[in-house]
């Protein structure tokens, strides 16, 4: 079945280290995106990757820094930078191009640091 | 500044009756507009689209309404559901795919 996973599915982490979230697609997208969703708040953009190679960020990039090495995968890392890193981390891909707008969502991945 | 608003943090409907969730936009270049549902840790799920275009697009129970000049949309669920007890996001863009999302609305449907 195509579709989008992040793993894990929780993580736990303590303050001041670095962690890095997992997303793979195997949509044959050529889009991934990163949100963080709060609680009460709406999906906010971290970072976005339109092509292979290629990243731009998003409205709330600080502190966070992702790669695009392969199509399918579009990792996020959680740095020591990053004020409030707790939250719920939502990754999605969508067809570049056309005229649908449409993005997948994983299931996504809940972060506690403490 | 929010560029796409979800005036009311929840909404609650009895089983069998219409829903009605609004959304209000500020950006005059956004050109589709999106729905998505979402259940407590899980990723949104893609409801129901509306390109600029049009005024209404419908998909079955649902129905979204597109008030450009009001820079207003709202999705119409009849008759509802209890599976449809979920947060329900509007989203739009301005055509480079990034999607700006709102608050979100919790939907409970009662018995």
């Known amino acids: 079945d195509g579709g989008i996973t992040q793993s894990p599915k929780y993580l736990f982490r303590k303050e001041g280290q670095n962690v890095t979230l997992s997303c793979e697609q195997n949509?044959?997208?050529?889009?991934m995106y990163w949100y963080r969703q709060d609680p009460g708040q709406g999906l906010r953009l971290i970072y976005y990757?339109?092509?292979?190679?290629?990243?731009q960020k998003g409205d709330i990039a600080e502190g966070y820094s992702v790669s695009r090495e392969k199509k399918e995968s579009f990792p996020l890392t959680v740095t020591s930078a990053q004020k409030n890193p707790t939250a719920f981390y939502l990754c999605?891909?969508?067809?570049?191009?056309?005229?649908?707008?449409?993005?997948?969502f994983g299931p996504g991945t809940r972060l506690t640091v403490t | 500044d929010q560029q796409v608003k979800q005036n009311s943090p929840s909404l609650s409907v009895q089983e069998g009756r219409i829903s009605i969730l609004n959304c209000d936009y500020t950006?005059?270049?956004?050109?589709?507009f999106l729905w998505y549902k979402k259940y407590p840790a899980e990723g949104p799920t893609f409801l129901i689209s509306?390109?600029?275009?049009?005024d209404k697009n419908e998909d079955g129970r649902f129905t979204v309404f597109l008030n450009k000049s009001a820079k207003h949309l709202s999705l119409h669920i009849v008759p509802s559901q209890p599976g449809d007890s979920a947060v329900y996001f509007c989203?739009?863009?301005?055509?480079?795919?990034?999607?700006?999302f709102g608050q979100g609305t919790r939907l409970t449907i009662n018995p």
């Open positions: 999605a891909s969508s067809a570049a191009g056309g005229s649908s707008y449409e993005q997948y």
């Open positions: 949509l044959n997208h050529d889009a």
């Open positions: 990757s339109q092509i292979v190679n290629d990243f």
């Open positions: 950006n005059s270049m956004f050109d589709y």
């Open positions: 509306i390109s600029s275009i049009k």
């Open positions: 989203a739009a863009s301005a055509g480079a795919q990034k999607l700006v």
